[in-house]
Every structure is written in structure tokens, then in C-alpha cells.
T-cell receptor
Framework: GNSVTQMEGPVTLSEEAFLTINCTYT??????LFWYVQYPGEGLQLLLK?????DKGSNKGFEATYRKETTSFHLEKGSVQVSDSAVYFC???????????FGKGTTLSVSS | DVKVTQSSRYLVKRTGEKVFLECVQD?????MFWYRQDPGLGLRLIYF???????EKGDIPEGYSVSREKKERFSLILESASTNQTSMYLC???????????FGSGTRLTVV
């Protein structure tokens, strides 16, 4: 079945460091891929998405590229801030399905 | 902005009680979802609905039921609450195309 695997956390960085959170997926066909972010005490917010191979999603300085050949959608940011501290979820939706399938989440903690 | 409102942020119930979690969206979305979020397990789909009175089981429907009598409202019902249902419950809604589902702020349910 379809699944999403993302790197386990927590990830601890200093402010202005480079961030990578790895995400790989298993799915048939061409799924749509998403990153969601959950700030403390809140629900999930869509951060970025990509709907076909080689698409790059970007938002708030975060980027992720849909790599069909490696079935990956890694999240990157060049310079993290304390306010980026949150839990990040990678997710997919396949062509036939309706619901999103989520990874287990990666906690990011940024210190000043 | 789409709003998904969950009726309670925090709820404490006793074992064996019947529990209703309510979710309302204001953007006329066809699809609505209930997920539960647990540490180390990420988000798991309980039920979803793609139209009024229509529902589909997700990955972990046991012990839960749902009701969708009106398009904007999707209720999750715990028929007889148990301690292993202590969790964060997240409701989401979205259009049929499936892009960018919007989540509510969550209900943290404790069953004692």
C-alpha cells in the first residue's frame, strides 16, 4: 500500500543553520506530495505542495522538489529561525485516493 | 480563508461514556476527515466522508463511528470511550481535487 517515511527527530539546530528533513514515499502512479507544519498547540497547516515530477513547491523560505526517480520529497530551508520550531509532516495523496497519507512527523527545534 | 472549527480544544471523559466530537467547515467542501494523532505514530485516518450521509472507513475505524447529516458538519462518535482512545483528534476538510486540506485546531481528548 501507499506509505510515507520521514526522518526521525528531533532535529536540533542553531538559528541560521541549513535544514533538511528527508521524506520518501511508496505509491503507485503519480501521487501529489505535501509538507504540513504543526506549531505548538495548533492544527496542521499546509506549507507547500507539488503535484507532478520535478515540480518544486516553496513557501516561507522552505522548498521541496518532487523526485520521481528517487521517490523523495525532501524539505529544505537555507537559514532557519527560532519561529520555525514545529513538527513537520510529509504527506501524499495518490491519484485514486481521497485521504492524505502522512509520515510520522519530524520535530524541529531551533535555538538562538 | 477556509475555517475548520472543532467544538472543543480539551475534553475529559470517563470510560464507557459516549463521546461526540464536532467539526464544522465553512467552505462548502465535499470531503471531510477525522484523524487521530499520537506521539511516534503520526496521523492515522479514522473515517472520511465525501458527501452528505456518505462515509468510508480509514485505517483505524474500530471503536468509532461518524455522522454527516449536513455538508458543513462531520461528527466523530466514540460509542463507549476507552482509555486507549486518549489522543489528539484532528478534523480536516477539502475539495474533491484533494489539494491543500485545511485542518482544525484539534481536540485533545483524555479518557479516565
Amino acid at each position: 500500500g501507499n506509505s510515507v517515511t520521514q526522518m526521525e527527530g528531533p532535529v536540533t539546530l542553531s538559528e541560521e543553520a541549513f535544514l533538511t528533513i528527508n521524506c520518501t514515499y511508496t505509491a503507485t502512479g503519480y501521487p501529489s506530495l505535501f509538507w504540513y507544519v504543526q506549531y505548538p498547540g495548533e492544527g496542521l497547516q499546509l506549507l507547500l505542495k507539488a503535484t507532478k515530477a520535478d515540480d518544486k513547491g516553496s513557501n516561507k523560505g522552505f522548498e521541496a522538489t518532487y523526485r520521481k526517480e528517487t521517490t523523495s520529497f525532501h524539505l529544505e530551508k537555507g537559514s532557519v529561525q527560532v519561529s520555525d520550531s514545529a513538527v513537520y509532516f510529509c504527506a501524499l495523496k495518490d491519484q485514486a485516493g481521497t485521504a492524505l497519507i502522512f509520515g510520522k512527523g519530524t520535530t524541529l527545534s531551533v535555538s538562538s | 480563508d477556509v475555517k475548520v472549527t472543532q467544538s472543543s480544544r480539551y475534553l475529559v471523559k470517563r470510560t464507557g461514556e459516549k463521546v461526540f466530537l464536532e467539526c464544522v467547515q465553512d467552505m462548502d467542501h465535499e470531503n471531510m476527515f477525522w484523524y487521530r494523532q499520537d506521539p511516534g505514530l503520526g496521523l492515522r485516518l479514522i473515517y472520511f466522508s465525501y458527501d452528505v450521509k456518505m462515509k468510508e472507513k480509514g485505517d483505524i475505524p474500530e471503536g468509532y463511528s461518524v455522522s454527516r447529516e449536513k455538508k458543513e458538519r462531520f461528527s466523530l462518535i466514540l460509542e463507549s470511550a476507552s482509555t486507549n482512545q486518549t489522543s489528539m483528534y484532528l478534523c480536516a476538510s477539502g475539495p474533491p481535487a484533494g489539494y491543500g486540506y485545511t485542518f482544525g485546531s484539534g481536540t485533545r481528548l483524555t479518557v479516565v
